[in-house]
T-cell receptor, first 115, second 113 residues
């Protein structure tokens, strides 16, 4: 079974620039998550999709971050404009269904450096 | 919302020793507690999980215990090996019903040969 795919793996941008990340979840997984992992910390949930609908975006900085999952499969996360404090690894994860006991499988992440 | 505290932040042991990592959570409605291992530069990978209707679960050298009354759970690794060296994260599900996880800040485990 193929895992969660993410691209790019690394991105370096200047502050105030825009950047977009892409995620393709495991086939058949209805739930998709975007996490931000700052160096030395645990992943922090940014947004959670159930199919193509948002079920939790309470920690997403909506003035600069946006995400979509238009067809209920792959997803993009965008930052516009980027700030220095956005430097982090952005992890995508997916799970089969939104039940409480479903395992979340993580992608390799995109390491963003904002200069 | 849920808050997860994890201790210690770093743990150094000799090969063959046991390692214990502890977490506490705040939301009494949480009922799913996974542990993830993250090697340097790699993705977090689930190593074991426990649900609230169980007090202990074992998988070879790894075990997790849960005390719902005290709202804490622990990871136990026996007979540690150098390849166990990694950052370990505990997590707890929220009560939202959508499998939302809140992670601890992680424990860096170093196993010396």
């Amino acid at each position: 079974e193929a895992g969660v795919a993410q691209s790019p793996r690394y991105k370096i941008i200047e502050k105030r620039q825009s950047v977009a990340f892409w995620c393709n979840p495991i086939s058949g997984h209805a739930t998709l998550y975007w996490y931000q992992q700052i160096l030395g910390q645990g992943p922090k949930l940014l947004i959670q999709f159930q199919n193509n609908g948002v079920v939790d975006d309470s920690q997403l900085p909506k003035d600069r971050f946006s995400a979509e999952r238009l067809k209920g499969v792959d997803s993009t996360l965008k930052i516009q404009p980027a700030k220095l404090e956005d430097s982090a690894v952005y992890l995508c994860a997916s799970s089969l269904a939104p039940r409480l006991v479903d395992t979340q499988y993580f992608g390799p992440g995109t390491r963003l450096t904002v200069l | 919302g849920e808050n997860v505290e994890q201790h210690p932040s770093t743990l150094s042991v000799q090969e063959g020793d046991s390692a214990v990592i502890k977490c506490t959570y705040s939301d009494s409605a949480s009922n799913y507690f996974p542990w993830y291992k993250q090697e340097l530069g790699k993705r977090p990978q689930l190593i074991i999980d426990i649900r609230s209707n169980v007090g202990e679960k074992k998988d070879q050298r790894i075990a997790v215990t849960l005390n719902k009354t005290a709202k804490h759970f622990s990871l136990h690794i026996t007979e540690t090996q150098p390849e166990d060296s990694a950052v370990y994260f505990c997590a707890a599900s929220s009560s939202s019903g959508y499998s939302t996880l809140t992670f601890g800040k992680g424990t860096m485990l170093l196993v010396s040969p």
